[in-house]
């Protein structure tokens, strides 16, 4: 992996010698002198002061293309989910295939018996019913750690999303107790090609005129970073990648069990 996003110290000296002739070596301490408070602050003055977005987006699209890029994927899985990411990457959603892990994660719960049979209502609305977001033909990821583990951990505490929605509909608030007895927090690294990881977090495209998601969150960290040379990049970012086939083996970099997550 060439770029991991929270990385900033070691990436943003990179990403200022490729931006040299774009981007002049007085602009740290001009943006410095401007004491920017936030990061968009700081992303204002570079964008008023010395470039452009259009020439700046691409500049560090290509920048990024030309690379591997950390992206990170959280959930519960026992030893068995475990081993099937390892052989067989990370699957994309399909309701019916959830089937059996809803099933062995809720049958524990002394209400089974009596809410099973609601199961095939709630795979019917929640895939191709669409009733909480499209997520059938779907794998994402996101390319923060931090923002994974610290700013949106529900995935590590709780699983799947899907299986959130779905146990909440059989189970009510019963549901969060159950899903958090099941497996161990567990982080997917996924290391892609920079094209792959341009298009998941585009996967609908950009409007003209503005910064592709990923060049955005680059422009945001890399700014206040010249602003703040101490700033460590832990800002909780939460910029997701959508991928619509599966997620190769040959991309997954470790699976990491983590430690105790606060629920």
């Known amino acids: 992996i060439t770029f991991d996003f929270d990385s900033v110290q070691s990436w943003g000296p990179l990403l200022s010698q490729h931006l040299s002739s774009l981007v002049p070596a007085n602009a740290q301490d001009v943006i410095q002198s401007h004491r920017p408070q936030y990061m968009e602050d700081a992303a204002d003055i570079l964008f008023a002061k010395f470039c452009s977005k259009d020439d700046f ?13 950390a992206a990170y994927h959280g ?19 399909l309701a019916e295939d959830r089937r059996a892990h809803l099933v062995k994660k809720l049958m524990i719960h002394p209400r089974w018996p009596d809410v099973m049979s609601q199961l095939d209502g709630v795979l019917e609305r929640l895939g191709n019913g669409e009733a909480a977001g499209v997520r059938q033909g779907q794998v994402h990821a996101t390319i923060s750690r931090v923002g994974l583990v610290k700013g949106f ?46 298009d998941a977090t585009n996967p609908f495209g950009y409007r003209h005129g503005e910064l592709p998601n990923l060049v955005r969150e680059v422009a945001l960290a890399w700014s206040y970073w010249l602003a703040r040379p101490d700033f460590n990049g832990e800002s909780h970012v939460d ?25």
């Open 153 to 198: 951990n529900h995935y590590l505490t709780h699983g799947s999303e899907f299986d959130q929605h779905a146990a909440q509909m059989l189970l009510g608030d019963d549901s969060k107790r159950v899903l958090a007895s099941y497996g161990r927090p567990t982080l997917v690294v996924i290391s892609l090609p920079g094209n792959d990881a341009f």
């Open 75 to 93: 959930s519960r899985l026992d030893d068995a989910d475990v081993e099937s990411v390892r052989q067989e990457g990370l699957r994309v959603l």
């Open 57 to 69: 987006g691409a500049a560090v699209s290509a920048w990024l293309r030309s690379q591997s890029v």
């Open 239 to 263: 910029c997701g990648l959508v991928f619509s086939s599966n997620v190769s083996p040959k991309w997954i970099e470790t699976i990491e069990e983590m430690e105790r997550i606060a629920i």
